[in-house]
């Protein structure tokens, strides 16, 4: 009996110890699972918050590279260069020297290509080396379709030295004239300078297909057949390389290493370089030291958790004491990440130099302006400033406005581009003329360098709930930019479908190709009610693609979205004169100006060029504006408009009685003819009121000794009635159809 209550007994107590260490491996397993979890996300958040951080710095060198290309390509001294062919100018070291303003970059190369094709410099070659002058597309399969369709160009590829960044960009002269290509190229150490300030060690592994491409590599490092591109590689990196072998990093995107388990861990991952197709060129491998002692912290808890096990053992408890100590390192591990993104959010988010919000957080933002009204602003005489006084009194300029203009509104603003903010608004006419009011009276003062410099704005507006709200803005602030007299302009909804992206491109090709649309000038005769002849012209644009004609009522809004509207205006002032100079000097041609060519100021330089290439005289030439140009138009446009005149040019005003009617600008311009709008014209003969409004504006135009012109007169009955009226030009086509020459 005793032995079976004993025996009774020991099962029992076996049966304890049992569940005592069932429940120990239990809570053990729980506790390294729930660790190794966590510390496991820690690695990954850092190795993704790093990821992203190399490839935020390629992207950025990437566009910075294109920036700078677009840069020299606009630069006077390398048009000039271009334009007259004086290329050994090119070895005197100006153009070279514009690239070394990019501080940012250590080491940036150039290279120039005429029109031809022809090298005409390279910065890593002297101007006696075989290869400057010698044509190089054969070789350059990558600029042929460049040349065939010049265009900007960014991209990353593989050369004989290295890998690099390449901005390629065509150089045009003031006529639009295609004269060759500026090609920027810089390499990625700074990229691994910037990433080592954080402890961050790279290798660039350029892919092995381009190995015997590389005939004078910059890094002698090769490894396993893998040219090594990173200069001044880390030793312990290299060491990792050769004892792992290449092919283990490439197969693997994530790992980590140590070469002594308590001292020096890294956690490893690699980020893909593409290159032209969207093709892998090139491998980025970090090297991310574990700065945290995360893979020692792991082992000691892990040392700790057995010790304690065997002093508790028999103690249900131990479980949950396991789980509170996992709590806090959960707690701990949770803070560190959350430190760390909000520091990276940080960056991201705010601008360094302005100190306001950047675009990336107006886009994380939407849903707190969705409800309100955005306004766009953008400084108009920046660029001025930045040429006259240089960046870093831009930049000085660019801080105190933002600084007062977060006093003015009492809230942060976002800065989308290098001059261009965004701000919520609650009341968007009163936040713009507040904003006009303290700049205007108050100049910003440089205290440093004692310059006072007046700030003038463009503005647009659009409403948070529209979507892609900042492309519509854009769009909006350009259209103030155009018109400096508005207050503001508000987007308005613009349809954007395929027959805008169509005559978009027919319209970018007629400009700056012609290989398969034209604009070419149609011309319609005016009547003279007195001698019964055509002795005038009206020059009127039309799009020819593929032998198809299109009138303006096809493309010309589309040309004015898309800022084209300047070219078309030279391509039709051309055009027109080369037919006028076939003809006897009696006749005279009207063309068409728009706002967009006396806010580009050089319309009279442009014009008076043409008239002596073609030798034909300004009297001969009638340059018709819109009615809100002369009556509504900004001073500087009715300067250039006297200017105009007084180089002989006639004016005349289109479409007069629709909008202004502002008799006074009349007088004031010395206007030579009035074009009656067509509305009035067509049906006179059926709308007393017509009639009325355009014997009123003929006894007007009599009076101050200027002629009329009536458009759409269609009929005998509608001419009839415009002579009796006394209007000394008739035009529409009752006399005249539009044709490609002049037709009496």
Known sequence: MKIINFTAKAFKTSKALSICVLLFLLSFAIHFYIQSKYIKNSRQSRILAIQNEAKLLIETKKENTFHIAQRIAIDNKLINIMKHKQYKKLYNGNIFDLGKKFKNFKHIWLHVVDAKGINRYASWLNKNNKLIGKYILNSRKDLVKLYKKPHPRSLISVGIFDISFKGIMPIYDNKHKFLGIVEVITQFNSIARDLKKDQIYSALIIDKRFTKQLKHPLSKTFIDGYNISTLKLNKTVKYFLKERGIKYFLNNS???????????????????????????????????????????????????????????????????????????????????????????????????????????????????????????????????????????????????????????????????????????????????????????????????????????????????????????????????????????????????????????????????SQQEAKIIPYFQGIFDNKTKKIVKYESLARLEVNGKIYSPYYFIDIAKNSGFLVEITKIMIDKSFAHLSRYPKNITISINITEDDLYNKKLKEYLLERLDFYHLSAGQIVLEILEGISAGGTYDNIIQLKELKKAGFKLAIDDFGVEYSNFERINELDIDFIKIDGKYIKNIDTNQKSYKIVKAISEFASSMNIDIIAEFVENEKIQKIVSQIGIEFSQGYYFSVPAQIFKQ
């Open 254 to 512: 994530n790992c980590e290493m140590s070469k002594n388990l308590f001292r020096e861990t890294y956690l490893i991952t690699r980020v893909n370089i593409f290159g032209i197709n969207n093709k892998i060129i090139a491998h980025y491998i970090l090297f991310i030291k574990d700065k945290n002692y995360l893979k020692s912290k792991e082992i000691l808890l892990q040392l700790l958790t057995i010790i304690m096990a065997l002093f508790f053992i028999l103690i249900s408890y131990f479980g949950f004491k396991t789980y509170i100590l996992n709590l806090k390192l959960i707690k701990s591990l949770n803070k560190k990440v959350k430190k760390e993104t909000e520091k990276n959010l940080f960056l991201i988010y705010n601008d360094q130099l302005t100190k306001c919000w950047t675009k990336e957080k107006f886009l994380a933002d939407k849903i707190f302006y969705k409800e309100k009204e955005l306004v766009m602003l953008n400084i108009r005489n920046f660029s001025q400033i930045n040429a006259t006084y240089g960046f870093k009194i831009g930049d000085e300029i660019l801080r105190l406005s933002v600084l007062r203009l977060q006093i003015i509104l009492k809230r942060k603003i976002y800065r989308i581009d290098s001059d261009e903010f965004v701000f919520i608004s609650q009341k968007t006419i009163n936040d713009i003329r507040h904003i006009k009011h303290h700049f205007n009276d108050d100049p910003l003062h440089i205290t440093k360098d004692d310059i006072n410099i007046r700030i003038f704005f463009s503005f647009s507006a659009a409403h948070g709930s529209e979507r892609d709200s900042l492309r519509k803005l854009t769009i909006a602030i350009k259209q103030a930019k155009r018109k400096p007299y508005k207050e503001f302009v508000y987007y308005k909804k613009q349809n954007i479908n395929n027959d805008f992206l169509k005559f978009n491109s027919y319209l970018y090709d007629a400009i700056f």
